[in-house]
């Protein structure tokens, strides 16, 4: 078994050599929340935090094409339930 943490394109793009792949989508609880977490940061511009809401909005589109999602609302939770995960 191999582990990748890859972006969208890239996740897309393993799936279409390999068709057996299980991919993984690591998601916020929400937009907002999201937002929330950039903002306090406090490493980014504004346009920066608008640039990436506008591409995880583009990347949620792709959601279906995954096999399982995670929510990464607390870290201890969201590591847990990857062993759930059927590979």
Do not use: H, K
């Not at 078994?1 to 972006?7: D, F, Q, R, S, Y």
């Not at 607390?74 to 590979?87: D, F, G, K, N, Y």
């Amino acid at each position: 078994m191999v582990l990748l943490e890859i972006e969208v394109e890239g996740a897309l793009s393993i799936r279409s050599q390999f068709e057996d792949s299980v991919l993984v989508f690591v998601l916020p609880p929400s937009l907002e929340e999201l937002e929330s977490r950039l903002r306090g940061r406090g490493t980014e511009t504004p346009e920066v935090i608008a640039r990436r809401l506008a591409r995880a909005r583009e990347e949620l589109a792709l959601l279906p094409s995954y096999d399982y999602f995670v929510v990464n609302d607390e870290i201890p939770a969201a590591t847990a339930s990857l062993p759930a995960v059927t590979l």
